[in-house]
Nanobody, 116 residues
Framework: QVQLVESGGGLVQPGGSLRLSCVAS????????MGWYRQAPGKQREVVAT????????YYAGSVKGRFIISRDNAKMTLYLQMNSLKPEDTAVYYC?????????WGRGTQVTVSS
């Protein structure tokens, strides 16, 4: 069974940066359209950004456009999310997963807290 393991979260001040990573344990990663999601307390999980199998970003949520960058390394089966100019409203647990038919079991996610 393919597993997704997210890391890189933490506590950061407003305006700071973090880089999240997501490592997939199975070869399906290379053929999967992937995305980063987040879930804030009391809110539904939302899509933050998605990326094609070839590494082209397909979508950014309006709230993160211009601040976040999604990328992937298929050789390392790793998905990244570079987050810049972080805001308190970016506080959430961040998850990665495949989209649509490539969706897998959710990992534990990584907590991102933006606070002064």
């Amino acid at each position: 069974q393919v597993q997704l393991v997210e890391s890189g979260g933490g506590l950061v001040q407003p305006g700071g940066s973090l880089r999240l990573s997501c490592v997939a344990s199975g070869n399906i990663f290379r053929s999967a359209v992937m995305g980063w999601y987040r879930q804030a307390p009391g809110k539904q999980r939302e899509v933050v950004a998605t990326i094609s199998t070839g590494g082209s970003p397909d979508y950014y949520a309006g709230s993160v456009k211009g601040r976040f960058i999604i990328s992937r390394d298929n050789a390392k089966m790793t998905l990244y999310l570079q987050m810049n100019s972080l805001k308190p409203e970016d506080t959430a647990v961040y998850y990665c997963n495949g989209l649509g038919p490539w969706a897998l079991s959710w990992g534990r996610g990584t907590q991102v807290t933006v606070s002064s």
